[in-house]
């Protein structure tokens, strides 16, 4: 049986930037009662505290969860005094700046600079730099309706590949990109989880709603990590039932 149960946050536990709803963190703390529990997602720290940890209810056990924002390259553990960041792979100054100036060039080669935008439209997260074409705090409903077929973000990840020979470009959220050093992806956070941990790759099971060849969390199943691909919230739901059933009846 497997001991951790990792997530996707965006589209898997939660619709994008929005809070778990009440079925769903009734469900996770009953899951960190039956197991270890790993969220990791492209949003950085504040994100984890306003769509996840702040919606727990009070019977989650917090010592048994691990946030991984920013794709995983940092981990935060409660360690029973509150949230303590464990590790965080940052950017060089150099780095960051040789990012954005690319991002800025390939927004105006993809003609995407006249794109309505609510917020940022480029977020350094330390770790990651995120492109979100409609901003960051961007409307559901123009979300879902900007690049349905993904032909607009395969656009800027062909620009900017070339450009940015050191780092990996791929899809996150419905109108993101996130950007890392290459080979830091959600499959290089699992292993760091599993080195922390000391729970073993073959005893976590990996759901994410973006488990697709060029998808920011196919890393984990081409890793070799046990993935069940996910369509929405909803059947993530009955995914952690199924799971939640396993667990207590063997205990």
């Given at each position: 049986m497997k001991q951790l149960v990792a997530f996707d946050l965006d589209g898997t536990l939660a619709e994008s930037k929005q809070a778990i709803?009440?079925?769903?963190?009734?469900?996770?703390?009953?899951?960190?009662?039956?197991?270890?529990?790993?969220?990791?997602?492209?949003?950085?720290?504040?994100?984890?505290?306003?769509?996840?940890?702040?919606?727990?209810?009070?019977?989650?056990?917090?010592?048994?969860?691990?946030?991984?924002?920013?794709?995983?390259?940092?981990?935060?553990?409660?360690?029973?005094?509150?949230?303590?960041?464990?590790?965080?792979?940052?950017?060089?100054?150099?780095?960051?700046?040789?990012?954005?100036?690319?991002?800025?060039?390939?927004?105006?080669?993809?003609?995407?600079?006249?794109?309505?935008?609510?917020?940022?439209?480029?977020?350094?997260r330390g770790s990651q730099i995120t492109f979100s074409a409609l901003g960051q705090e961007a409307p559901l409903d123009a979300k879902h309706a900007w690049d349905p077929d993904f032909a607009k973000r395969k656009k800027m990840q062909a620009i900017l590949e070339p450009v940015l020979p050191e780092f990996t470009v791929r899809t996150g959220g419905s109108t993101s990109l996130d950007i890392t050093r290459k080979g830091i992806d959600k499959a290089y956070g699992i292993k760091r989880l599993s080195?922390?941990?000391?729970?073993?790759?073959?005893?976590?099971?990996?759901?994410?709603?973006?488990?697709?060849?060029?998808?920011?969390?196919?890393?984990?199943?081409?890793?070799?990590?046990?993935?069940?691909?996910?369509?929405?919230?909803?059947e993530t739901k009955r995914v952690i039932e199924g799971i939640l059933y396993c667990l207590e009846t063997q205990g």
């Open positions: 709803d009440a079925e769903m963190g009734a469900l996770l703390a009953r899951l960190t009662r039956a197991a270890h529990v790993a969220v990791i997602s492209g949003g950085d720290w504040p994100q984890f505290e306003a769509q996840l940890i702040g919606n727990l209810p009070a019977e989650a056990d917090l010592s048994r969860l691990l946030a991984m924002p920013t794709s995983g390259t940092k981990l935060y553990r409660n360690e029973g005094t509150g949230w303590t960041q464990i590790y965080a792979d940052n950017f060089s100054a150099e780095e960051r700046d040789t990012i954005i100036a690319a991002l800025d060039k390939a927004i105006v080669e993809a003609g995407l600079q006249d794109d309505p935008a609510w917020g940022e439209k480029i977020e350094d080195e922390i941990s000391g729970i073993a790759t073959t005893d976590m099971i990996f759901m994410g709603d973006a488990i697709y060849p060029g998808g920011n969390d196919y890393a984990v199943r081409a890793a070799g990590v046990d993935s069940v691909a996910i369509r929405d919230v909803t």
